[in-house]
Nanobody
Framework: QVQLVESGGGLVQAGGSLRLSCAASGSFASIPEMGWYRQAPGNRRDLVASIRSGTNTNYADSVKGRFTISRDNAKNIVSLQMNTLKPEDTAVYYC???????????????WGQGTQVTVSS
């Protein structure tokens, strides 16, 4: 089992910045990939950014150039630096971790509880 604890959400004015963090703990062999997703009311949950093997990153087109994902591999902490925030970035942001468990079991995705990000115009 993997537990994900998120922090850093809040209310910010348009053009401002926020930094989200997510710490993974529990029992696992490794976590090859971590990422951030977001879901606004009435919308599906979409990928914001992901990082694999600590260096390979992927971003949604809407956040490229504004958001940066990073990972502390030793501590299994993934962070999302969000700059130049826009009202359309308002959503609940969820951390996801793809974990490998010993014993040859399939990889399992775990989700955090979500943290609210609200950008006022």
């Amino acid at each position: 089992q993997v537990q994900l604890v998120e922090s850093g959400g809040g209310l910010v004015q348009a053009g401002g910045s926020l930094r989200l963090s997510c710490a993974a703990s529990g029992s696992f062999a490794s976590i090859p990939e971590m990422g951030w997703y977001r879901q606004a009311p009435g919308n599906r949950r979409d990928l914001v950014a992901s990082i694999r093997s600590g260096t390979n990153t992927n971003y949604a087109d809407s956040v490229k150039g504004r958001f940066t994902i990073s990972r502390d591999n030793a501590k299994n902490i993934v962070s999302l630096q969000m700059n130049t925030l826009k009202p359309e970035d308002t959503a609940v942001y969820y951390c996801k971790a793809e974990a490998v468990h010993s014993g040859g079991y399939p990889r399992i995705d775990y989700w955090g509880q979500g943290t609210q990000v609200t950008v006022s115009s």
